[in-house]
């Protein structure tokens, strides 16, 4: 078996030109006069991220910020996996496999990956240390595609094979929000006792047999009163991707278009203010790593591949996840969270923490938090 070999971010220069020319260039319009964000992306707030990226952003600055991590890829399954792989503190730190999501990237790991490995650089105990394992998903950013669409169970069995027959790890721990929570429920379920727990800080999966309390039925209901409103993106990935990516491809403002609508829809924001949540700069490097990659149109394609697979839904008649769960329930996360009683149909859940703030992507918008309930969790599993 080929062994994982260092890797370092390094974009060519043609590359990050052609960029800049896209957006020097773009042909703006209009937006109706009532629109703000009503509409989608604020056309105002776009024109200004645009001028921040052109006048001041600065992709060489981030580009090393990531390469301080120790960067890796592999071939799985035919597929090149480029992972972040960072040794913890201590004799003895557990090794935490953490999966990102879309519209996100590994970007969204580098306010954690530190404290997680070394906590006694940030007031924490040593014996609370993790070696961290944090992939690209197939297709995503820095790690190559597959060649048709794959969705979460596939991907699971994908870093399985990362953890146990690349990296040689006995047992590990998964973490993850939006693909990541899917990805991390599969580990849970195929390849436990390997997989020995799991922390979810959003809910994707669904019970093969339906909501049956009437707060369960309610919270369905509230569901697919979201869906209708919010979830274009995901029919039209999860069926036409291909059709997507013409345009996509071709306009850096359109995928930061597409991307920026739902870092402020689905962030713990104040009001539709996205800077109250991020950064200009946090925005344009995770929008870059799509860009710089040229991945938008391949990262799309887990939505087709999960609907191949079957959907939201546990397979019929499918037994619990036996491994103990961990559930960290942000309160301005775009999908509310199942009542509890529905949550204990599907996971056995050892730890329920309701957080005081945070939404979607809380591992930039509230690390602090999130580092302490993923240490909390791996103290009882110690």
């Known amino acids: 078996m080929i062994s ?7 974009i ?12 020097t260039n773009y042909k703006w319009h209009e937006m109706p006069d009532d629109g703000g964000w009503a509409y989608g992306t604020n056309l105002d707030y776009m024109k200004e991220l645009c001028t921040y990226w052109l006048k001041t952003y600065n992709w060489r600055f981030h580009e090393a910020s990531l390469n301080r991590f120790q960067h890796f890829r592999t071939p799985i399954d035919g597929i090149d996996i480029h992972f972040i792989h960072e040794k913890g503190s201590g004799p003895a730190p557990i090794p935490l496999l953490i999966s990102h999501g879309w519209p996100g990237s590994v970007f969204e790991f580098q306010k954690i990956i530190e404290p997680l490995t070394h906590p006694e650089r940030f007031g924490g105990s040593v014996a609370d240390s993790f070696d961290v394992i944090a992939p690209s998903l197939p297709g995503f ?3 190559g ?3 048709r669409p794959i969705g979460p169970r596939k991907i699971a069995k994908i870093f399985a094979s990362l953890m146990s027959d690349k990296l040689g ?17 599969w580990l849970g379920y195929d390849h436990a006792p390997p997989c020995r727990g799991i922390h979810l800080n959003m809910m ?16 369905a209901a ?16 999860s069926t036409k991707p291909q059709t997507l990516s013409y345009a996509m491809m071709d306009s850096p403002v359109g995928v930061a278009a597409w991307l920026v609508e739902k870092f402020n829809t689905w962030s713990d924001t104040k009001g539709d203010d996205i800077e109250s949540a991020y950064s200009k700069d946090e925005l344009l490097t995770n929008i870059m790593i799509y860009l710089v990659t040229g991945s938008f149109n391949t990262a799309t394609w887990i ?37 509890r009683s529905y949550m204990e149909r599907m996971y056995n859940i050892s730890r329920w923490t309701e957080m005081p703030r945070g939404g979607h992507f809380p591992a930039l918008e509230e690390p602090d938090l999130m580092v302490e309930d993923i240490r909390a969790f791996a103290r009882d599993l110690r």
Do not use: C
Request: charged content about 25%; glycine content about 10%.
């Open 169 to 185: 790890y006995a047992s590990f721990i998964a973490q993850g929000g939006d693909w990541g929570s899917a990805i991390s429920s």
């Open 4 to 10: 994982p070999e260092a890797f370092t971010i390094a």
């Open 145 to 147: 595609r597959p060649p």
């Open 222 to 237: 509230r569901i697919s009163q979201i869906f209708e409103k919010e979830a274009g993106y995901n029919y039209e990935q």
């Open 303 to 339: 939505y087709y591949g999960r609907r191949e697979e079957g959907g939201r839904e546990m397979p019929a008649g499918s037994q619990r996840i036996e491994v103990p769960v961990a559930a960290a329930i942000f309160p301005a996360e775009f999908l509310p969270w199942p009542p």
């Open 204 to 219: 994707s999966m669904r019970h093969s047999d339906g909501p049956q309390t009437d707060e369960e039925k309610a919270w």
């Open 12 to 23: 060519p220069d043609e590359t990050l030109d052609h960029i800049r020319k896209k957006v």
């Open 141 to 143: 950013g820095f790690s």
